[in-house]
């Protein structure tokens, strides 16, 4: 079993420890929205843009979720926040909070967030989906899952989350 599969399966392990059903997709290496959408013409969910970023002090960081044919201004959403200016988080930041690398920022990730530092922010437009569609940890996959069990997943972890208006 390789390492990508390993990633994989803890996801799914994880989910059916909640008795949450997910369907996965496996497709090659996706690691930007225009090389996913290739991959998720076919499936029916809403596909989402995951954004890591932190503060400018470093000391907090923020997942944001939004639909993948949507754009987020990040000076609105500094106003929005009052966190002063946001940027993306590096790749160290990235593995040490979500246990990803960039092209695989995923919800998922914050199964490795144990301190729960990182605050998520998905935009409400997505309260209102059915399904929903995240990479397990690794992007050579697509998890596409009911938005309430998403949600069931969220509380499970304990982090911070909410949805807003951010577009």
């Not at 690691?31 to 959408?37: C, F, M, R």
């Not at 946001?86 to 144990?114: Q, W």
């Not at 569609?133 to 911070?160: C, M, Q, W, Y």
Request: proline share 5%; aromatic share 12%; charged share 25%.
């Amino acid at each position: 079993m390789n390492s990508d599969e390993v990633l994989i399966l803890r996801i799914e392990e994880y989910l059916n420890n909640l008795g949450i059903s997910f369907d996965r997709y496996d497709h090659p290496p996706a690691p930007d929205i225009p090389t996913a959408s290739l991959y998720w013409k076919d499936i029916e969910a809403a596909h989402c843009k995951n954004l890591f970023f932190r503060n400018h002090k470093g000391n907090r960081h923020y997942l944001v979720i939004i639909e993948h044919k949507h754009d987020l201004a990040i000076r609105d959403l500094e106003q929005l926040l009052k966190q002063g200016k946001l940027s993306f988080a590096s790749p160290e930041r990235m593995m040490k909070y979500l246990g990803v690398t960039p092209g695989s920022v995923s919800p998922f990730g914050l199964i490795n967030d144990t301190d729960h530092h990182v605050y998520l922010f998905m935009d409400k437009n997505l309260s209102t989906v059915d399904k929903i569609s995240f990479h397990p940890l690794i992007n050579t996959s697509s998890f596409v899952i009911k938005r309430a069990d998403f949600e069931k997943f969220l509380f499970s972890l304990g982090n911070g989350w909410e949805y807003i208006a951010l577009y």
